[in-house]
């Protein structure tokens, strides 16, 4: 049982490129979400998805875009990276109502923007 | 809307000493409340959290937090810290109305001498 996992672990990227950061859990859970952790800041929702099909915009959606391809993996895109992207991202899921039950964390994607 | 803070950014205690973290919550609604730890170079974990029932919460490793309406407190305590208590501490609050998001406050970071 391998939780929520997350892919890559660090990546580096030039201002302007393109990527996309992969998560997957396999506890069944019906949502799941995506946080950016920056020094003094805590975590702050980007996206969440309540069920498979549905997403929603979090405190600092801009720049960023989500896709829930299935009930087990929720992924992340920036299309045009900017230095102030630059942060730990950590994706998380939970079962049942949204903010209400446990959410279990991956383990994180470290990302420099240059 | 709903908010937390974290009062002190980082908080030193000597092994064997009392463990004390405040957080203070604004919400409109009645508050879920929870506790994460994050260890070094790791996701969050969940240390304990409050959904209406008992106001005072039992946690993982021996933590506990007592959840004030009165004065919209949710501290987390332990009677005597371990090294391995080294960690950084996150509150959080959901409104407990069906659909909420979590709020995180911006962390405090414990420290443990020995």
């Given amino acids: 049982n391998a939780g929520v996992t997350q ?8 201002t302007g490129q393109s990527m996309t950061l992969q998560c997957a859990q396999d506890m069944n859970h ?7 952790q920056d020094p003094g800041m805590g ?6 998805s309540a069920s498979e099909g549905t997403t929603d915009k979090g405190e600092v959606p801009n720049g960023y875009n ?16 900017a230095p102030s992207q630059t942060s730990v991202y950590f ?20 990302l420099l923007v240059l | 809307a709903q908010s937390v803070t974290q009062l002190g950014s980082h908080v030193s205690v000597s092994e064997g000493a009392l ?9 409109s609604v009645p508050p879920y409340l929870f506790w994460y ?5 790791q996701g969050l974990q969940l240390l304990l959290k409050y959904t209406s029932a008992a106001t005072l919460v039992k946690g993982i490793n021996g933590f506990e937090a007592e959840f004030k309406k009165s004065e919209t407190s949710f501290h987390l305590t332990k009677p005597s810290a371990h090294m ?18 979590l709020t995180f406050g911006k962390g405090t970071m414990l420290l443990v001498s020995p």
């Fill in chain 1, 7 to 14: 892919t890559p672990k660090f990546q580096v990227l030039k």
């Fill in chain 1, 30 to 36: 019906n949502s799941m979400y995506w946080y950016r």
């Fill in chain 1, 43 to 48: 975590l702050r929702l980007i996206y969440y």
């Fill in chain 1, 66 to 81: 989500v896709s829930r391809l299935n009930k087990r993996e929720f992924s992340l895109r920036l299309e045009s990276a």
């Fill in chain 1, 91 to 110: 994706c998380a899921s939970s079962e049942g109502l949204v903010g209400q039950e446990t959410q279990y964390f991956g383990p994180g994607t470290r």
């Fill in chain 2, 19 to 27: 463990v004390l973290l405040r957080c203070n919550y604004s919400s």
């Fill in chain 2, 37 to 41: 730890v994050q260890y070094p170079n």
């Fill in chain 2, 84 to 101: 391995s208590d080294a960690a950084e501490y996150f509150c959080a609050v959901s409104e407990a109305s069906g659909y909420s998001t």
